[in-house]
């Protein structure tokens, strides 16, 4: 029987991954951030784009919904790998 995958993939991530403190998405596609050069390239790490928003730098404030469903199912999926299960 093959196997199929239910569960979102983290690495390949389309959609918002990270809300800035100011409320408005960080890091991934349709982010309101724009992104920071420096050392690296931070997608979204940036000044915010959304209109009137203040927001000079993104500052990290938790995972979207269904990024965070995405890691946690990713998560069990690994520790189940790591018991052999
Ligand atoms: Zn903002
Ligand atoms: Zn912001």
């Known amino acids: ?3 199929r995958s239910v569960m ?4 390949d991530w389309k959609g918002p991954k990270s ?4 409320g408005h998405y960080g890091d991934g596609t349709n982010s309101h951030h724009e992104d920071r050069y420096g050392l690296a390239i931070c997608g979204g790490h940036g000044k915010c ?3 009137g928003c203040t927001c000079e730098m993104f500052t990290w404030e938790r995972w979207t919904d269904p990024f965070k469903d995405a890691l946690d199912a990713e998560r069990v999926a690994k520790a189940r790998k790591a018991v052999g299960r």
Do not use: F, G, I
């Open 1 to 3: 029987m093959k196997r």
């Open 8 to 11: 979102p993939n983290v690495k």
């Open 19 to 22: 809300v800035c403190s100011c």
């Open 49 to 51: 784009t959304y209109p």
